[in-house]
């Protein structure tokens, strides 16, 4: 199975830039799908973005343009780069992984960061 561990989260004003990192260990690494999901107090958990391991990915619509999710396979480390951060996106942000095929949705990914924090002021 699976471990992942993020980091990179932090406090930042609006338009400003963070990159989150998830270090994942196991052998089955390459073989998963990955992604960042988000909840903020009060709102229910939304996917942000997925990537197989082929490199293809997807995105929420509302961070379509702003935020890159990447992959380095021989680290084993995935990537979330947010730029243009606006104060909705204030939320703890978690690493997931599942097996192929990807989605959006929480509930088919089967392993968890403990997340990383993301405060946006205005």
Known sequence: QVQLVESGGGSVQAGGSLRLSCAASGYTYRTYCMGWFRRAPGKEREGVAVIDS???TN???SVKGRFT???DNAKKTLYLQMNSLKPE???MYYC???VP???L???DF???GQGTQVTVSS
């Open 105 to 107: 949705f929480g509930t």
């Open 59 to 61: 995105y929420a619509d």
């Open 89 to 91: 996106d204030t939320a």
């Open 101 to 103: 095929p990807c989605t």
């Open 69 to 71: 999710i990447s992959q």
């Open 110 to 112: 089967a392993y968890w």
């Open 96 to 98: 997931a992984a599942s």
């Open 54 to 56: 082929d490199g293809t």
